[in-house]
């Protein structure tokens, strides 16, 4: 599948698509060994995302086969350049990633770098020049927490914080190309590149609803719970603190039903210029896709079995930490080979979570992910 010339008014203006980022080579690694970039994701929605964005796809008349025991199921083929394996995780969680990285390790040993990608719950408030995270953001991991691997106590989990129970910082060439991705010229280009991305793969047959969605990005204070607030219900009347129950009811049910209400929403800059815009009969198309496009953050990612959906708890560990976002895979494949998360925000993990953005976010961290491979070199 090869990629057409960006339109002139495609959203990629300043920079294009180089030739060596999308050229097809009718040659192949001869074997597994020829293979260095491991694709990682765990739900469906996020694997299409990836797996359509391929330059080139292998396999279509014969096989690279696997090791003996490895039971992944991979993609094999060829993006910006690279020889690449994308990995289909058998379910979520850290224990399934590693897993699946293990596997890796034995069918795959040429593998050098691995990027773990697909969506992930968004800390509000960023940590480096942008101030606000957004639903659709791209996360990218400078470093990886396990929040939840330490000791429950009555009122809390202790994180264990030693040298030997940490996860390791990664490694030289990584932390030099984060570097130079995160500051201004080029992350200018990876925003404008993801939004180039995006837009092909949006275009394509089955993603139209991956598109940018009806549906309001809706932030609530972190201490407004949702439940039912009508007082209809005596269990959601009497949840007062942080730690108080809600009925089951309310945990299935969405903001809309249980009256959750405007007033609670807490304000910001970029949500509000692009609802202006919108608001706006003079707003042009390409006004509306430079609001629209999701800014690429860079930052500590928390990692974990528990999926948060506690806005008072993502606050509190999110401080502690210095984290951007939370996920559920990128623990399990951190120590195996090098590894970078890039993950996008389809909600805030708090209570008021839904996934309505899911497919979006799924894929502008795709596009996110091949605009990154277009700027990684390999060692030759």
């Not at 391929?54 to 993006?79: C, I, L, V």
Request: aromatic share 8%; with cysteine.
């Amino acid at each position: 599948m090869s990629q057409s010339a960006p339109s002139e008014n495609s959203s990629l203006s300043d920079y294009s698509i180089t030739q060596s980022e999308t050229s097809v080579d009718s040659s192949r690694p001869d074997t597994r060994e020829g293979f260095h970039i491991a694709l990682i994701c765990a739900l469906r929605v996020e694997f299409d995302a990836v797996e359509a964005l391929f330059d080139e796809y292998y396999e279509q008349d014969f096989s690279y086969s696997k090791a003996p025991g490895d039971p992944n199921a991979y993609t094999t083929g060829r993006m910006c350049g690279h020889e690449v394996v994308l990995a289909f995780m058998p379910g979520m969680g850290k224990v399934n990633s590693a897993n699946v990285a293990a596997g890796f390790r034995a069918s795959f040993p040429g593998i050098k770098l691995g990027l773990v990608v697909g969506i992930c719950g968004g800390v509000p408030v960023g940590r480096d020049d942008e101030k606000e995270v957004l639903l659709g953001d791209v996360i990218i991991s400078t470093a990886l927490v396990q929040f939840d691997f330490g000791r429950q106590y009555a009122n809390k989990v202790v994180r264990k914080d030693t040298l030997q129970d940490n996860l390791g910082r990664p490694n030289a060439e990584i932390r030099a190309f984060l570097a130079k991705l995160s500051g201004l010229r080029s992350r200018k280009m990876l925003r404008d590149k993801t939004s180039f991305h995006l837009e092909q793969l949006c275009k394509q047959e089955g993603f139209q609803e991956s598109s940018y969605p009806a549906e309001k990005d809706k932030l609530y204070r972190s201490g407004y719970r949702h439940k039912h607030q009508d007082g209809s219900c005596s269990i959601c009347a009497n949840c007062i603190g942080p730690d108080d129950d809600v009925c089951d009811a309310a945990l299935e049910a969405s903001c809309d039903e249980l009256r959750c209400q405007d007033s609670e929403l807490v304000p910001r800059t970029r949500v509000d210029k692009t609802r202006c815009l919108g608001n706006c009969r003079y707003t042009s198309t390409a006004e509306m896709r430079e609001a629209r496009k999701p800014v690429v953050h860079f930052g500590v990612i928390v990692s974990g079995d528990s999926v948060m959906k506690s806005g008072h708890h993502r606050d509190e560990i999110a401080c502690r930490e210095k984290a951007i976002a939370f996920e559920m895979e990128g623990a399990g494949v951190w120590e195996s080979f090098p590894t970078v998360v890039i993950k996008s925000v389809c909600d805030y993990a708090d209570s008021h979570k839904n996934k309505k953005w899911q497919r979006y976010a799924a894929a502008t961290a795709a596009a996110c992910m091949k605009a990154f491979l277009g700027e990684w070199r390999l060692a030759r």
